[in-house]
Antibody, heavy 123, light 112 residues
Framework: EVQLLESGGGVVQPGGSLRLSCAAS????????MSWVRQAPGKGLEWVSA????????YFADSVKGRFTMSRDNSKNTVYLQMDSLRAADTATYYC????????????????WGQGALVTVSS | DVVMTQSPLSLPVTLGQPASISCRSS???????????LNWFQQRPGQSPRRLIY???NRDSGVPDRFSGSGSGTDFTLKISRVEAEDVAVYYC?????????FGQGTKVEIK
């Protein structure tokens, strides 16, 4: 059974940094691309970033480009989202999502989601 | 980016009655390989999204057959043949044909 467990959420001041982790199990982690999708309180879903199976390629939404980085450690079956220069608009629940292919692109699928990590940016 | 537009945004339904949600994309979702990458997700209160339908009309494992998806090109529909109490949720369409993936605004289904 695929399981994705996010951690690292919390409250941070504007301009601050936070790193989210997502520990994966139940599948061969190193064979699949991964994404982060966020949801602001009471709002809809927004794709944030994606990383290829080997970690060599990353993609970001324009809203976070230059502020967020994504990485993975295939030896630990874990993917990370480093969030810098945080803004109030980044307040959201961040979901770790497994893709069905090795490279982000057509048909991200999004069959498996984690339970989410809440990030609150507030002074 | 491809804009996904859902309607209605709120859908009160009587138990046992059908429900229908429309999703329109700003560009055709037909990919060059012949597939159309349009998915539907259900998000119950306090839960993570759950994929119900992939590639327009394929139900995921464990999804009741009262849920069905249809459509082509830019117009898609999610139908619930007879709404049950457990179907109270927000439903999202998502396109995966064009990068980046984008979601509709969501349709909240509630019991009348």
């Amino acid at each position: 059974e695929v399981q994705l467990l996010e951690s690292g959420g919390g409250v941070v001041q504007p301009g601050g940094s936070l790193r989210l982790s997502c520990a994966a199990s139940g599948f061969t982690f190193s064979n699949f691309a991964m994404s982060w999708v966020r949801q602001a309180p009471g709002k809809g879903l927004e794709w944030v970033s994606a990383i290829s199976d080997g970690g060599g390629t990353t993609y970001f939404a324009d809203s976070v480009k230059g502020r967020f980085t994504m990485s993975r450690d295939n030896s630990k079956n874990t993917v990370y989202l480093q969030m810098d220069s945080l803004r109030a608009a980044d307040t959201a629940t961040y979901y770790c999502v497994k893709e069905d292919s090795d490279e982000p692109g057509v048909d991200p699928s999004f069959e498996h989601w984690g339970q989410g990590a809440l990030v609150t940016v507030s002074s | 980016d491809v804009v996904m537009t859902q309607s209605p945004l709120s859908l009160p339904v009587t138990l046992g009655q059908p429900a229908s949600i429309s999703c329109r994309s700003s560009q055709s979702l037909l990919y060059s390989d012949g597939d159309t990458y349009l998915n539907w997700f259900q998000q119950r209160p306090g839960q993570s999204p759950r994929r119900l339908i992939y590639k327009v009309s394929n139900r995921d494992s464990g999804v009741p057959d009262r849920f069905s998806g249809s459509g082509s090109g830019t117009d898609f529909t999610l139908k619930i043949s007879r709404v049950e109490a457990e179907d109270v949720a927000v439903y999202y369409c998502m396109q995966g044909t064009h990068w980046p993936p984008t979601f509709g605004q969501g349709t909240k289904v509630e019991i009348k």
